[in-house]
């Protein structure tokens, strides 16, 4: 019984490693790696470096959370891309196949992972000091706010009442 589960979690993790043995994922990947490197190195030009660290990490885990959800509800997402403009974040995953009842779900998995982050980062910032907690708590509501009055939260909703 535990042999079986553990070995349907491996299967389900192997799925998500990022290095595959194909050479086009790995292509996208090494893609998706570059722009966010460019989107950091942007915002460090623009904004000082605590500060533009914390606002790509905080775009790169919403569309890791995008991405992780998407998998696991057997859509098909593309590694998330990021557009380097700058004082702005601008990150896409491209999902297709999306079952219909996971459309809400995976909307709100970038909300949930980059707020989940966020707090992590202010616990952690209470045992370390790096950020001004004032920064890490404005941080966290205009996340949530942004998140839900800007595209996911649009899409959210729009899946709910097709769902009802």
Not at 21 to 29: A, E, G, P, R, T
Not at 91 to 107: Q, R
Not at 112 to 129: A, E
């Given at each position: 019984?535990f042999?079986?589960?553990y070995e349907?979690?491996?299967?389900?993790?192997?799925?998500?490693?990022?290095f595959?043995n194909?050479y086009?994922?790995?292509v996208k990947?090494?893609y998706?790696i570059?722009?966010?490197i460019?989107?950091?190195e942007?915002?460090y030009?623009?904004l000082d470096?605590?500060?533009?660290?914390?606002?790509?990490?905080?775009l790169i885990i919403?569309e890791?959370?995008h991405?992780i959800y998407?998998?696991a509800?057997?859509a098909n997402?593309?590694y998330?891309?990021?557009?380097?403009?700058p004082?702005l974040?601008i990150?896409i995953?491209?999902?297709i196949?999306?079952p219909d009842?996971?459309?809400?779900i995976?909307?709100?998995?970038?909300i949930f992972?980059?707020?989940?982050?966020?707090?992590?980062?202010?616990?952690?910032?209470l045992?370390?000091p790096f950020?001004?907690?004032?920064?890490l708590?404005?941080?966290?509501?205009i996340?949530?706010?942004?998140?839900?009055?800007?595209?996911?939260g649009k899409?959210y909703?729009?899946a709910k009442?097709?769902?009802?």
């Amino acid at each position: 019984m535990f042999r079986k589960s553990y070995e349907s979690k491996v299967e389900l993790l192997s799925s998500f490693i990022l290095f595959k043995n194909n050479y086009k994922s790995q292509v996208k990947l090494i893609y998706s790696i570059l722009t966010a490197i460019a989107i950091a190195e942007l915002n460090y030009i623009m904004l000082d470096a605590p500060l533009a660290i914390l606002m790509t990490m905080i775009l790169i885990i919403h569309e890791i959370g995008h991405y992780i959800y998407a998998k696991a509800s057997t859509a098909n997402p593309s590694y998330p891309l990021f557009i380097p403009i700058p004082f702005l974040l601008i990150g896409i995953t491209h999902i297709i196949n999306i079952p219909d009842n996971y459309l809400p779900i995976i909307s709100l998995a970038g909300i949930f992972f980059s707020t989940l982050y966020l707090s992590f980062v202010f616990l952690f910032n209470l045992l370390i000091p790096f950020y001004n907690p004032i920064v890490l708590i404005i941080s966290i509501i205009i996340s949530i706010v942004f998140n839900l009055f800007g595209k996911d939260g649009k899409t959210y909703r729009k899946a709910k009442q097709n769902l009802v």
